[in-house]
């Protein structure tokens, strides 16, 4: 891959977006810690860098500072937000924290230069603020090219160094023209062809899968998601008959789900599948335990188990192969900068430390719209791709509480109804994710002239690009009365159904 863009984390919650949005324009972008060595940037070698935003102040004791003087490398940088505040604090520039005019929202970008990094960006646009600190004095060589109401300077640039910066974020949907700002700098300055497709992906991934696992059998555990399909189909593309999968019935599925991945593999793929039937193991694993992180590490350690155990009946057998991505990854253990651990991911934090097969994760640094888009051109049916994330953990985590064999079959008949009507209403697919929760929350309620005491359901339905942020999505009120009219009505057990209305953030779109 001749062409990528190197982002430096500095801590920003927008730092994976940037990477995203770069990668939507056609070139292939990573993410790395603001310390990363030179020896390791000279690897990478990027055509152009970007510094991301983050929380800190250049002046604070602790603030992030790269480990070297990049602007040696003579490669064009674009600073955006703290990324700016630090180009300017570096080489020589003032910057001041806002005691009165903090700025924070939507403002409109006067524009000064209409060329170069902001060619074809339209005057007085809206553009996404979030800053405590401003600069206040732009260092030599470098020229103001955009300003607005309340900062002074909204972005600099040094044509001669190829040094850019902007004060406000590009990389969210309220800069109106932020990706064409992105753009002109990834295109026009950095000169980068538009060369990360699915295409480019699938053919190097093929090339870097069979160098790495050599004559050596890949263990791939299919879920039944989306993420482990397509890894699937990819490695079979690959190593073919050297890749053994097979499917882990845990008790903790969605209800025919074994069945339905057992179908999509018949019909369109030659691929064999074994089924093994853990259901026992993992509800007794489970018995009595109620910490959400505990459920996790218990199911990831008995994947990995009954994946070892598969895996002993084939003595070239080395690797396990898992459908992991980048938002798993970062939430689950802080490896590309400083971003805070949210939880752990059955197949990245829930892994034991010690296990005898090697992890293979060719898209661990992808995001789930690029895999969605893999699996499309790799012919996996368009209504499987369609599907909406399940969490590897399955339904353990959607019932708060301790789980049980009963609690499973009723969030089962839940979830299937909440489903069945997102489909009959022509909304499934507007959805990034839907399911129901089984709380551990009993109420009254009146059924045939009866008094019940009896379970609460809460349902959730969001709108989001890669997980990474979501929305509450509104479905109709009518479509909402249908639904918890059916569960109640349908699922002995629930006599209460409520909607969680919560983005991400401050939630998270999974409850545990």
């Known amino acids: 891959?001749?062409?990528?863009?190197?982002?430096?984390?500095?801590?920003?919650?927008?730092?994976?977006?940037?990477?995203?949005?770069?990668?939507?324009?056609?070139?292939?972008?990573?993410?790395?810690?603001?310390?990363?060595?030179?020896?390791?940037?000279l690897k990478i070698a990027p055509t152009g860098i970007i510094f991301s935003g983050g929380p800190s102040s250049v002046y604070q004791k602790d603030?992030?500072?790269?480990?070297?003087?990049?602007?040696?490398?003579?490669?064009?940088?674009?600073g955006i937000c703290y990324g700016l505040q630090y180009t300017v604090f570096s080489l020589g520039g003032e910057v001041k924290n806002l005691t009165e005019h903090r700025e924070y929202g939507k403002a409109e970008l006067s524009i000064l230069i209409n060329d170069d990094l902001l060619k074809d960006v339209e005057n007085?646009?809206?553009?996404?603020?979030?800053?405590?600190?401003?600069?206040?004095?732009?260092?030599?060589?470098?020229?103001?090219?955009?300003?607005?109401?309340?900062?002074?300077?909204?972005?600099?640039?040094?044509?001669?160094?190829?040094?850019?910066?902007?004060?406000?974020?590009?990389?969210?949907?309220h800069s109106e023209f932020g990706k064409k700002i992105l753009e002109n700098f990834v295109i026009n300055i950095c000169q980068c062809k538009k060369n990360w497709t699915s295409t480019h992906f699938i053919n190097e991934s093929i090339e870097n899968i069979r160098k790495t696992v050599g004559e050596d059998r890949v263990l791939c555990a299919l879920s039944g998601g989306v993420d482990s399909t397509v890894l699937a189909v990819l490695l079979h593309k690959a190593?073919?008959?050297?890749?053994?999968?097979?499917?882990?019935?845990?008790?903790?599925?969605?209800?025919?789900?074994?069945?339905?991945?057992?179908?999509?593999?018949?019909?369109?793929?030659?691929?064999?599948?074994?089924?093994?039937n853990g259901q026992e193991d993992f509800l007794n694993a489970l018995k009595n335990i109620t910490d959400p992180e505990r459920k996790r590490k218990i199911i990831g350690n008995l994947f990995v188990e009954l994946f070892e155990k598969e895996a002993a009946k084939f003595k070239d057998c080395k690797w396990l192969a898992q459908g992991t991505l980048y938002p798993d990854v970062i939430e689950s253990v802080s490896v590309k900068g400083p971003s805070?651990?949210?939880?752990?991911?059955?197949?990245?934090?829930?892994?034991?430390?010690?296990?005898?097969?090697?992890?293979?994760?060719?898209?661990?640094?992808?995001?789930?719209?690029?895999?969605?888009?893999?699996?499309?051109?790799?012919?996996?049916?368009?209504?499987?791709?369609?599907?909406?994330?399940?969490?590897?953990?399955?339904?353990?985590?959607?019932?708060?509480?301790?789980?049980?064999?009963?609690?499973?079959?009723?969030?089962?008949?839940?979830?299937?109804?909440?489903?069945?009507?997102?489909?009959?209403a022509n909304i499934y697919d507007e959805i990034w994710q839907a399911f129901a929760v089984l709380l551990p929350v009993k109420s009254v309620g009146i059924m045939g002239d009866e008094r019940t005491y009896e379970?609460?359901?809460?349902?959730?339905?969001?709108?989001?690009?890669?997980?990474?942020?979501?929305?509450?999505?509104?479905?109709?009120h009518d479509i909402l009365s249908k639904i918890s009219s059916r569960i109640i009505n349908e699922v002995r057990g629930i006599n209460r159904v409520v909607y969680d209305i919560t983005s991400k953030p401050p939630g998270t779109i999974e409850w545990e």
């Not at 927008?14 to 790395?32: K, P």
């Not at 996404?128 to 600069?135: C, I, L, N, P």
């Not at 902007?166 to 969210?172: C, S, T």
């Open 124 to 173: 007085n646009s809206t553009v996404w603020m979030s800053h405590g600190d401003s600069v206040s004095k732009i260092p030599e060589g470098f020229e103001l090219i955009a300003k607005s109401k309340t900062c002074p300077v909204a972005a600099i640039r040094n044509t001669e160094k190829k040094i850019y910066g902007v004060q406000f974020h590009p990389e969210v949907n």
């Open 340 to 424: 805070q651990t949210i939880k752990s991911h059955h197949n990245v934090g829930g892994l034991p430390e010690k296990m005898n097969l090697k992890v293979l994760e060719p898209f661990r640094e992808l995001f789930k719209d690029e895999v969605r888009k893999i699996g499309i051109e790799l012919g996996v049916p368009e209504w499987f791709i369609k599907r909406h994330p399940f969490p590897g953990p399955g339904l353990a985590i959607r019932i708060i509480g301790d789980v049980t064999e009963e609690k499973v079959a009723i969030l089962q008949k839940a979830d299937t109804i909440f489903l069945e009507e997102l489909h009959n």
């Open 239 to 276: 190593i073919g008959d050297k890749l053994i999968c097979f499917h882990v019935d845990s008790g903790l599925m969605r209800a025919n789900e074994s069945e339905t991945i057992m179908r999509l593999f018949k019909q369109n793929f030659d691929i064999s599948i074994d089924i093994i």
């Open 63 to 78: 603030a992030p500072y790269p480990s070297f003087n990049f602007y040696e490398l003579n490669v064009p940088i674009l």
């Open 1 to 41: 891959m001749s062409d990528k863009i190197l982002i430096l984390d500095f801590g920003s919650q927008y730092t994976q977006l940037v990477a995203r949005r770069v990668r939507e324009i056609g070139v292939y972008a990573e993410i790395h810690p603001f310390n990363i060595s030179k020896e390791n940037v």
């Open 455 to 476: 379970n609460t359901c809460a349902i959730r339905a969001v709108r989001s690009i890669d997980g990474m942020t979501a929305d509450c999505y509104p479905i109709p």
